[in-house]
């Protein structure tokens, strides 16, 4: 063959890989963001193989390289990946109709190998100028959003949130399993400061209409907040450590680690006074291998701690209650939170341990009007469904509903172990006392009525003792402290090989 | 000016500062009483207590301000 061919294809390559104008590039590194080919250096392990397809999208037109999207499949911690990319040096990283096309191809590519799919989103969002050829068709935008659906559950969807993720582009990350968003840089929203001010008249800033900060901390859109692009690229290495390539595998285990030296033990850490609050992750620090913990969602519902760890070199995942934090009750975005993660660990098998110090749902006016009964009860289906093992410790206390949110006995847990320290009811000593004789009380004479109260209280107390809930079988067993962690390794090891069907229908009704 | 907020719905069951007196960052200032647990709330900044806007036994609602600080 002639050398000119050769030369002309690696000179079209190069001009391709090298994406947009020199002007977008600069205006990338002012917002100290790296260009798309510097990302897919970082997310996958160097000097392994990868492929690229659609390198040559729409390269008849001048200034379109790639058509703004890199797919390709390559390795991650040595497991096989699919990834697309947006280029934000490409017209802002909009869509036409070639990048839509190659992000569902590489959708396809990730369903057939049963593969994880990662989206790094950078995107202005449609290119208007284009939309009867990407927007409304059956290969239109509309289709990556169906392929999402449909591989949910089936392979981990990871993304990261780079730029903006504007309008329809805005579904990716929303149906992805984790979503991690750079500070400052990343955003979603259905419509822009500007639009909206257009449309319904409200001025705002675009950090506080859809900003990282905000949706991690407030919508719950957002799982982690990456301080910069580099660490949001290491924190996507780090999650997808904890799962299998797809649904019918399991994470492997890794070599198991100690707890973290020099850290407070368990009997150091909860308190004995129950209405005072301690700090859970200080306990969950003390049972899990050391620097194995990665939270998800760790400033949006604080009252509640979703995330994943090592115990003993196994992938586990964590769901315990904050009394630091609004005493630890649940409320609606908790319990939106809590049945997310179930759902995410139950579908890639990653067993559940629940770390039970709960006073029960919040109560009052503010949450029943926003619905704290459906948002209940979404946790607890969740929760039911789920047939990864399911271990419920009850460290301190477990009140009423509760007690079911946590996988309590009737929801079928492998187990159900308590502390010594544990109470279990369907309210504590004060409320219960003064539910039942609250008429009593009040015929009571001022001097008779805390002598009263005190008997029924210390009687309420007797009722509600642990060893008589072990005598009864409402418990499996109480552990002590300091023999906590051990009793989960070996628990852990021995649920393995679970199989269980939850229920033959199509699907249920979800309390959404 | 910074403001101490109720960080959910409950009774104010001690004010543990009076007007003008001056607090460090972290202090607590109140404690709320809700779901049979005690909730201290602390200050965000050093600063001088400049009002106080409850009395113990209050019911205040999530996000209710509760006292305001001046920065020192």
Not at chain 1, 400 to 429: N, Q, R
Not at chain 2, 14 to 19: G, M, R
């Amino acid at each position: 063959m002639n050398d000119q061919w050769t030369k002309e294809l690696k000179e079209r390559v190069q001009k391709i890989q090298a994406g947009g104008a020199t002007k977008y590039h600069e205006k990338n590194a002012e917002q100290n963001k790296l260009f798309v080919r510097d990302r897919l250096e970082l997310l996958l392990d160097s000097g392994t193989i990868r492929v690229e397809d659609g390198l040559f999208a729409n390269c008849m037109e001048e200034g379109l390289p790639a058509d703004g999207v890199i797919t390709v499949t390559g390795k991650m911690n040595g497991q096989t990946v699919c990834v697309m990319a947006n280029d934000s040096t490409v017209k802002a990283g909009s869509w036409g109709s070639r990048t839509v096309e190659k992000i569902i191809r590489i959708q396809e590519t990730a369903q057939k190998l049963k593969v994880p799919m990662l989206y790094l989103v950078d995107s202005a969002g449609a290119r208007i100028t284009d939309q009867l050829e990407m927007f409304p068709n059956r290969r239109g935008a509309g289709r990556i959003f169906y392929n999402q659906v449909k591989m949910s559950g089936m392979v981990p969807q990871v993304c990261i949130l780079f730029g903006p993720s504007a309008a329809g582009g805005a579904y990716i990350p929303a149906f992805c399993d984790i979503v991690i968003m750079v500070d400052k840089n990343a955003s979603m929203y259905l419509a822009s400061p500007r639009m909206a001010e257009m449309v319904i008249g409200q001025k705002v800033t675009l950090e506080e209409m859809g900003g990282a900060r905000m949706h991690c901390s407030v919508s719950g859109c957002g799982d982690v907040l990456a301080k910069n692009e580099e660490e949001a690229i290491e924190m996507a290495r780090r999650y997808l450590s904890y799962f299998p390539a797809n649904y019918k595998q399991k994470t492997s285990k890794i070599e198991a680690k100690s707890i973290q030296a020099g850290i407070r033990s368990i009997e150091e850490v909860v308190p004995d006074n129950q209405n005072v609050a301690f700090d859970m992750k200080e306990m969950i620090r003390a049972l899990i291998d050391e620097n194995s913990f990665f939270e998800m969602k760790e400033l949006f519902a604080k009252e509640i701690i979703t995330g994943f760890a090592r115990l003993d070199g196994r992938a586990v995942g964590i769901i315990a209650n904050q009394s630091k934090m609004k005493t630890g009750s649940l409320f609606v975005d908790s319990a939106d939170k809590s049945a997310r993660f179930i759902t995410l660990c139950d579908a890639f098998n990653i067993p559940l341990i629940f770390l039970s110090d709960i006073p029960g749902f919040m109560i009052g006016t503010q949450v029943e009007r926003s619905g704290i009964i459906r948002h209940g009860a979404k946790m607890i289906a969740a929760m039911s469904e789920a047939t990864v093992p399911k271990i419920s410790i009850i460290v301190r206390k477990a009140y009423g509903a509760g007690l079911y949110a946590m996988a309590g006995p009737a929801f079928e847990p492998d187990c159900c172990l308590a502390l010594p320290t544990a109470k279990i009811a369907v309210m504590g000593p004060e409320a219960a006392v003064n539910a039942v004789y609250s008429n009593k009380i009040a015929q009571l004479e001022e001097s008779e009525r805390n002598e009263f109260i005190q008997q029924k209280r210390e009687e309420y107390q007797e009722d509600i003792n642990l060893y008589r809930l072990a005598s009864e079988l409402i418990i499996d067993g109480i552990i002590a402290p300091n023999r906590l962690r051990d009793e989960l390794k070996e628990r852990l090891e021995l649920y393995e090989s679970k199989e269980m069907i939850f229920s033959e229908r199509k699907h249920p009704v979800y309390p959404v | 000016m910074n403001k101490v907020e109720a960080s959910m719905a409950g009774t104010v069951w001690k004010v543990l500062v009076s007007e003008g007196d001056v607090v460090d960052s972290g202090q607590d200032v109140i404690i709320l009483e809700s779901m049979k647990m005690e909730i201290p709330l602390s200050a965000e900044i050093d600063g001088k207590v400049s009002k106080i806007m409850v009395n113990e036994g209050d019911f205040v609602a999530e996000g209710d301000v509760l006292l305001e600080l001046v920065g020192m």
